[in-house]
């Protein structure tokens, strides 16, 4: 019989199969006639065909399959060979190809279960024929199994026919596991299901743990262990802590800050001082995903000692000489006291005056007693020792250096002015009341006059004894007028003004920044920018280091370089004033000239007085016209961050304000800068210390805001700059930190117009020479307004303004082709080191 491939199943019913065997071995299809019954013990049978079991002699031409008998012809089933007897083996079966002997029955089958002959596809029957099914896998495709009992293909009989992770059920391969059958690798047998229980979160470990949701989160098997999986919409775990789940309200909170552990730089001192002096950075370290910790390993700025170390990181080491001593204690030697500084670096001599002062030393602390006494003067604009100085300008001679003496006592008040050894003038000033005092020009700080041309300023000079000394026995007010008269006739005018708040001396210190002007080109030699150092006592060495952007000086001072840098010393009254040099050749209109000792570093080893200002100038410097300027600078110390600038009104103008040029000097690198309300296009930041930046033709009214302390100076602009009046004038502004609920200030009287800008808390009641101020506009978002009110110029040109709440003024007044600018007052508070 020809084999058939494995597996091939064959889907004749069992009847055609054999009718194709016959039709195949040539035999002559027999139709059977009729079925015999027989019994076991019944030995013949009459039929149309004998019965396939038992003996009996056939009368049809079939014979038995069974049994001994005589046949005519032999029968599809029957014996065969062995005659009466049946078959005893195959030999007895040859004659029916095909066929195998069934011994049991002598009968040859078609096949026998025993010895199963079948084609593959096919089994034997329990009656010994063939059927389409498997008897083994050798019939079965390589995905199924044969079911020997019902010889079927089937997926699966026993649950080890399964690959791994599956077991047998209804015949089909199943995800699952049993006894005998393992899970795939990795996984664990749980019941009958294969878990993971490296990662499911209902098995996690092994079968029986089932992992519980942490707080706003959902649950996490990882390597077997539960834990913290994704957070619900809005929470994070910002500590990184299983344990509470995801603790962060994102919507209520906003997101994570850092991530626990992280680590960054810091620093908390003032800005400027990271890396200056001993100071420097420290590292935080993230804290719980939402703030950062302490800054550990920094050092902050602290209070100077004596030990040529920059202990405050001011860049700058303690005043030398320095002397560690007891805050309030002292001697005296004579009437000149010797008191400890409050900061304990060192002595403050103070010469006591019982003659033009009332004061006398008090040995217990080394002070002078008595209401000119520095302790019971203060820190502020009021004092009773000044140093009036000429500073450069071209104005004629024939007008007036002058200053004016308000006292802001009951008292009548003693003056006297004197030069070097020499006395000026003695006279006295009502209780409340002004005092108008010229003085005679000092030439050599003044230089070259001229009404109708612009004259260089030959050379940086040292005057010896070029300041007056000013003195009086009740505490008063000075300002100065460079000059006094903006005219003297129809005809005759100054051109050239300007005014300035001079510091008593016991505010001033030995360190100072430099605000002026550049240099004014457009004639050959031009105009100089100055500043002006004046000393009190003897023996002063002053320092002078130029800015990043100052430019060059002129020669004339022996100890000072072109480079705007050196050192000279100075006895009391000595005057060192140095001047800008030019680079540019002749144009017209006018240039601006980059030689500019703005930003320059005034130091001394005593304290000193610096006045900075410009000889003539154009601001803008194409724009008409030509004036001095001149102010009194603040010390370093009492400078501060914060600043209200508001633009000067323009006289004619109804409530316009004039266009004005800010101007900001750094004090420490990489200052920061902020505007109330915003200015568009005005500088952000400043790079070094000593440079400065400009917020140009402005009126607008705001606050700068600085990382670190700045000097602010506002510049009026010219006349041909729009405004109808005036010409350049400069101011300093009062920093907010040395406001005053107080002032007693003088305005001339001799201008056309004068006014006060008054700059106050909103909402606060200030009130000027008994009248309460009005039209207050806010400037910004600040919490301040400023009122812009005239001055009256009857009477002696002294005014009083007082409120409950600090507030700040500033003093300005217009002649024809001419103004002036100062503060009317300040604290002189020391801020900082």
């Not at 100076?713 to 300093?732: C, H, I, K, V």
């Amino acid at each position: 019989m020809p084999s058939l491939p494995a597996g091939l199943r064959i889907h004749s019913p069992r009847s055609q199969l054999l009718t194709s065997l016959v039709a195949a071995l040539g035999l002559a299809a027999v139709s059977v006639a009729a079925s015999a019954s027989c019994s076991s013990d019944e030995t013949t049978t009459t039929a149309a065909s004998a019965s396939s079991g038992g003996s009996g002699t056939a009368s049809s031409t079939t014979a038995a399959s069974g049994g001994g008998g005589a046949a005519s012809s032999a029968s599809v089933g029957g014996t065969g060979g062995g005659g009466a007897g049946g078959c005893t083996g195959p030999a007895d079966c040859v004659n029916e190809p095909g066929k195998v002997c069934d011994v049991t029955t002598g009968a040859c089958v078609q096949c026998l279960p025993s010895d199963d002959n079948c084609i593959p596809g096919q089994y034997c029957t329990a009656d010994d024929t063939c059927e389409v099914g498997c008897t083994d896998q050798g019939d079965c495709t390589a995905e199924t199994t044969c079911d020997t009992a019902t010889h079927q293909c089937v997926g699966c009989v026993i649950d080890t026919d399964c690959p791994s992770g599956s077991i047998c059920i209804s015949e089909q391969c199943l995800a699952g596991c049993s006894g005998t059958q393992p899970c795939q690798p990795g996984f664990t047998c749980c019941g009958q299901t294969c878990f993971n229980v490296s990662s499911d979160a209902a098995h996690c470990g092994d079968c029986q743990t089932v992992c519980d949701a942490p707080p706003n989160a959902g649950p996490l098997c990882d390597n077997g262990n539960c834990t913290l999986g994704q957070c619900n919409a809005g929470w994070a775990d910002c500590n990184l802590d299983p344990a509470d789940g995801c603790e962060w309200n994102t919507l209520q909170d906003g997101p994570c800050l850092c991530t626990p552990g992280d680590t960054q730089t810091c620093y908390t001192g003032a800005a400027g001082t990271e890396n200056v002096g001993l100071c420097k950075g420290g590292i935080s370290t993230c804290l719980g995903g939402v703030a950062w910790g302490s800054c550990m390993g920094q050092v902050l700025p602290a209070a100077e000692l004596c030990n040529q170390l920059d202990d405050d990181c001011d860049g700058a080491i303690e005043p030398q000489p320095c002397e560690q001593c007891v805050p309030n204690t002292g001697m005296c030697m004579g009437q000149v006291g010797k008191s400890c500084k409050p900061d304990g670096l060192g002595y403050v001599f103070e010469t006591c005056d019982p003659l033009l002062q009332g004061t006398t030393c008090n040995p217990a602390t080394g002070t002078c007693d008595g209401e000119c006494g520095y302790t019971a003067l203060g820190s502020s604009y009021i004092g009773c020792d000044y140093y009036p100085t000429v500073t450069a300008n071209q104005v004629l001679t024939q007008f007036h250096f002058a200053v004016a003496v308000s006292n802001t006592t009951n008292s009548v008040a003693t003056i006297t002015v004197t030069k070097g050894g020499l006395a000026v003038t003695s006279t006295t000033v009502a209780a409340n009341s002004v005092k108008v005092l010229t003085l005679p020009w000092e030439t050599t700080l003044k230089g070259p006059e001229s009404a109708s041309a612009i004259v260089p300023f030959p050379a940086s000079v040292l005057v010896p004894q070029g300041a007056y000394r000013l003195r009086t026995n009740h505490p008063v007010t000075v300002y100065q007028f460079n000059p006094l008269e903006y005219t003297l006739g129809p005809t005759t005018f100054s051109y050239t003004n300007d005014a300035s708040l001079l510091l008593p001396v016991n505010v001033w210190t030995g360190k100072y920044r430099v605000a002026a002007r550049h240099h004014f080109g457009g004639t050959p030699g031009g105009t100089s920018g100055f500043y002006a150092v004046t000393a009190k006592e003897d023996a002063t060495t002053v320092t002078v280091a130029a800015g990043p952007n100052s430019g060059i000086v002129k020669s004339g001072v022996a100890g000072i370089a072109t480079t705007g840098n050196g050192s000279v010393v100075l006895n009391a009254g000595d005057v060192l004033e140095v001047v800008t040099n030019t680079t540019l050749p002749v144009t017209f209109p006018p240039t601006s000239d980059p030689n500019d000792v703005s930003g320059t570093l005034v130091t001394a080893s005593k304290p000193v007085q610096v006045i900075g200002g410009h000889q003539c100038i154009y601001i803008p410097a194409d724009l008409g016209y030509c004036d001095h300027l001149e102010e009194s600078m603040f010390p370093v110390e009492t400078l501060s961050t914060a600043y209200l600038v508001t633009a000067p009104l323009i006289p004619t103008g109804g409530s316009t304000p004039k266009v004005e040029m800010v101007r900001i000097v750094a004090t420490a690198p990489n200052t920061t800068l902020t505007y109330d309300p915003p200015q568009p296009g005005a500088p952000a930041s400043i790079t070094q210390a000593g440079e400065w930046v400009e917020v140009a033709n402005n009126d607008q009214d705001f606050r700068i805001t600085a990382s670190a302390p700045v000097l602010v100076a506002q510049y009026m602009e010219g006349q041909a700059a729009g405004g109808n009046s005036g010409d350049p004038a400069m101011t300093l502004a009062v920093a907010e930190d040395q406001y005053r609920k107080s002032y007693l200030f003088h305005s001339p009287t001799n201008y056309e117009y004068s006014y006060v800008n008054v700059v106050a808390p909103t909402g606060a009641t200030v009130t000027l020479d008994g009248a309460t101020v009005v039209g207050f506009s806010p400037i910004g978002a600040t919490g301040y307004s400023v009122s812009r009110t005239s001055l009256s110029n009857a009477g002696s040109g002294d005014h009083t303004i007082s409120s409950s709440q600090a507030f700040g003024i500033s003093v300005y007044g217009y002649g024809q082709y001419t103004s002036y600018w100062y503060p009317g007052g300040s604290n002189l508070t020391k801020l900082h080191d």
